[in-house]
T-cell receptor, first 115, second 114 residues
Framework: NAGVTQTPKFQVLKTGQSMTLQCAQDMNHNSMYWYRQDPGMGLRLIYYSASEGTTDKGEVPNGYNVSRLNKREFSLRLESAAPSQTSVYFC??????????????FGPGTRLTVT | AQSVTQPDIHITVSEGASLELRCNYSYGATPYLFWYVQSPGQGLQLLLKYFSGDTLVQGIKGFEAEFKRSQSSFNLRKPSVHWSDAAEYFCAVGARTGANNLFFGTGTRLTVIP
């Protein structure tokens, strides 16, 4: 049981390049999330997927797209990277509301630098 | 709108001393409340959570937190800090309705002096 996994761990992009961050969970969770973490700003929600087949914008969605490929996988795409997207990206998942375990489980993060 | 305030950006304590990290939230009803810890270069790990019932909740690694509805606070405490507790701590609130989204505070970095 690996929990939440993310690839890659590190990435350096040039401005204008594109890339996809991958996330997978093996806990049979319904909901998945993408956050970015910047110094002094905590974690901010980019997009989330409440269940397979649905995605919704979070607090800071501009410049990103997501795909909920199946119940396990939720990817985040940067179509044209900008220096402002330099950040650490975390994927998380959670069990459905109403069950005892409501907390989100986090992956190890992807450190992205855009030059 | 929901918001979470962690007023202390950085706290330094001596090993063996007690610790209290502050968290205040703004929300229209009683939210779900969480404390997470992040060690350098790592993801976030859940320390404890409050859903309902006893307002003093126990977590892992000897941490506890108390929910005070009148003060909209959920402060984290530990009676005796260990060097391994040095990390960043995040308070988060979650809505009891709608999507399972969490709103995070900006974090408090804890330094432990030997």
């Amino acid at each position: 049981n690996a929990g939440v996994t993310q690839t890659p761990k590190f990435q350096v992009l040039k401005t204008g390049q594109s890339m996809t961050l991958q996330c997978a969970q093996d806990m049979n969770h319904n909901s998945m999330y993408w956050y970015r973490q910047d110094p002094g700003m905590g974690l901010r929600l980019i997009y989330y997927s409440a269940s397979e087949g649905t995605t919704d914008k979070g607090e800071v969605p501009n410049g990103y797209n997501v795909s909920r490929l199946n119940k396990r996988e939720f990817s985040l795409r940067l179509e044209s990277a900008a220096p402002s997207q330099t950040s650490v990206y975390f994927c998380a998942s959670t069990t459905p509301r109403g069950l005892p375990s409501y907390e989100q489980y986090f992956g190890p993060g992807t450190r992205l630098t855009v030059t | 709108a929901q918001s979470v305030t962690q007023p202390d950006i950085h706290i330094t304590v001596s090993e063996g001393a007690s610790l209290e990290l502050r968290c205040n939230y703004s929300y229209g009803a009683t939210p779900y409340l969480f404390w997470y810890v992040q060690s350098p270069g790592q993801g976030l790990q859940l320390l404890l959570k409050y859903f309902s019932g006893d307002t003093l909740v126990q977590g892992i690694k000897g941490f506890e937190a108390e929910f005070k509805r009148s003060q909209s606070s959920f402060n984290l405490r530990k009676p005796s800090v260990h060097w391994s507790d040095a990390a960043e701590y995040f308070c988060a609130v979650g809505a009891r309705t709608g999507a399972n989204n969490l709103f995070f505070g900006t974090g408090t970095r804890l330094t432990v002096i030997p």
